[in-house]
């Protein structure tokens, strides 16, 4: 049984199409249980991530943390460029 395509569940996860309108995705989910199972799981990232709020997200560190961050891991004593934000 040829399975759907990940492109084609993450379509219908961020719900750009419903399932209503896709009668050959619907038959096949009514009887792939890998199919389904991994749009459930898609669908509730998608859920999640629309969720989020803007303290939920992460802050980049300031500017002397960022530099003894890369100086630890580079193991070196030369100070590195902050990255560009945003």
């Known amino acids: 049984m040829a399975h759907l395509e990940p492109a084609r569940l993450v379509e219908l ?34 859920a ?11 802050i980049a560190p300031a500017g002397p943390v960022w530099q003894r961050i890369t100086q630890e891991l580079s193991q070196t004593n030369e100070p590195r460029r902050q990255p560009p934000s945003g």
Do not use: G
């Open 48 to 58: 999640l991530a629309r969720s989020v709020d803007p303290a939920d997200l992460p």
């Open 13 to 46: 996860a961020l719900e750009s199409t419903t399932l209503s309108e896709d009668t050959d995705a619907l038959r096949h989910l009514s009887t792939c249980r890998p199919c389904r199972e991994q749009l459930e799981r898609m669908t509730r990232v998608v």
